[in-house]
T-cell receptor, first 111, second 109 residues
């Protein structure tokens, strides 16, 4: 059974139209991560939550926001998607000090 | 901050052994992990080293030297399905989990 679930697997959005990607976990992990991965590049950490504490990477654009209403769910909001935001978005969860478990990712296309 | 380096590409033939190196600089260090990623897929966990030495998992082994800030992934008896990207990753004191740039492995028949 999938332990980290991302929905949808594929998302198409219009240039400038807000979009939300979702992630849920059944592992009860404290930490949830969001990564952006563009073609032929490494996953780039956008931010992570440690419980309710939000930690933003210094170079994450303001266009990217996140919400974690409870332990199980985490959302990535892109307020005004640009063509450069087309990428695979990966959610991962981890217990403190342990390695992350990844979801299957959401591939975002901006048209 | 964190900085990791890996070779960008490695090519080998089926049945061979290949080593992928990783050097890192981090603020605090809580272990070196290795992930495999096939095109279009998510990263899948391969191996973890928290202490110096060699960890073996089937055809894959990973090594860490904390004094040298260096590790490697060793793949033995290469198969075509091993063609993928391989990432080293480190976790720092702030729970940030950061990936290296990745090494694309091509296995030739």
């Amino acid at each position: 059974d999938a332990m980290v679930i991302q929905n949808p697997r594929y998302q198409v959005t219009q240039f400038g139209k807000p979009v939300t990607l979702s992630c849920s976990q059944t592992l009860n992990h404290n930490v949830m991560y969001w990564y952006q991965q563009k073609s032929s590049q490494a996953p780039k950490l956008l931010f992570h939550y440690y419980d309710k504490d939000f930690n933003n990477e210094a170079d994450t654009p303001d266009n990217f926001q996140s919400r974690r209403p409870n332990t199980s769910f985490c959302f990535l909001d892109i307020r005004s998607p640009g063509l450069g935001d087309a990428a695979m978005y990966l959610c991962a969860t981890g217990a403190k000090g342990a390695r992350p478990f990844f979801g299957q990712g959401t591939r975002l296309t901006v048209v | 901050g964190q900085s990791l380096e890996q070779p960008s590409e490695v090519t080998a033939v089926e049945g061979a052994i290949v080593q992928i190196n990783c050097t890192y600089q981090t603020s605090g260090f809580y272990g070196l992990s290795w992930y495999q990623q096939h095109d279009g897929g998510a990263p899948t966990f391969l191996s973890y080293n928290g202490l110096d030495g060699l960890e073996e998992t089937g055809r894959f082994s990973s090594f860490l030297s904390r004094s040298d800030s260096y590790g490697y992934l060793l793949l033995q008896e290469l198969q075509m399905k091993d063609s993928a990207s391989y990432f080293c990753a480190v976790r720092d004191q702030g729970q940030n989990f950061v990936f290296g740039p990745g090494t694309r492995l091509s296995v030739l028949p």
